[in-house]
């Protein structure tokens, strides 16, 4: 466990600016992005329809990835704060490179740029992919930084909730992460982001 005066509010943010622009994002705070107000009130009106949506309240304290733009929300904790920036820059990684492009099992190579945003917001198998590889990151960051893990029933309860699956992809996704749990439990760590996190806490004593 990792001492709390070891990982402060500011060296938080410091690493996580550094993982960002390894990443080659951009950092941004949701609060200062014009026009949530109005994204805000979609959340809220396609949750009132049933989709499996966040409600707009949810949504404010949902951070995001937007093609290199890390889009973080408030009031996190310095460990929350690096394990959902680490999160997202792994999904800037999988918008300039893809996912799976190195044969692994569990389906096609998923492309990046433009093909990554369409695949994301069409197709929800992709979605399911992009989502279980970058939550095994923040598996990976709270590992690091002693923190609990979430349970498995946590974990594909977000995926229920937030990212408008339907019951054969959340099992799919639940199949995914209950590998990652299993793995990172025992302290392996495959994803760049979550590799990039340990190496720049150890750089900076953390570790």
């Known amino acids: 466990m990792i001492p ?56 404010d304290r949902y951070s995001h990835a937007l093609g290199p733009f890390v889009v973080i929300a408030d ?3 310095p460990a929350e704060l690096l394990a959902v920036v680490a999160h997202e820059c792994e999904h800037v990684r999988q918008f300039w490179e893809g996912e799976y492009a190195k044969g692994q099992t569990v389906g ?55 990212y408008a699956l339907d019951a054969a992809h959340v099992t799919f996704g639940r199949q995914l992460l209950e590998s990652a749990l299993a793995s990172v439990r025992n302290g392996v760590y495959t994803t760049t982001s979550g590799v990039r996190v340990e190496a720049i806490l150890k750089r900076h004593g953390v570790l």
């Open 108 to 162: 096609a190579t998923l492309n990046g740029g433009a093909a990554f945003a369409w695949l994301y917001l069409v197709e929800p198998e992709a979605r399911v992919r992009f989502e279980a590889r970058a939550y095994r990151t923040t598996l990976e960051v709270l590992r690091l930084l002693g923190a609990a893990l979430p349970s498995i029933d946590d974990l594909t309860d977000s995926l229920a909730r937030g």
């Open 75 to 77: 009031g996190f904790s």
């Open 4 to 59: 709390a005066d070891r990982l402060t509010p500011e060296g938080a943010l410091l690493a996580a600016r550094e993982l960002v622009s390894a990443s080659h994002g951009v950092l941004v705070r949701k609060s200062d992005v014009p026009g949530m107000a109005i994204v805000r009130g979609v959340f809220d009106a396609l949750h009132a329809a049933g989709l499996a949506v966040p409600s707009g309240a949810e949504f």
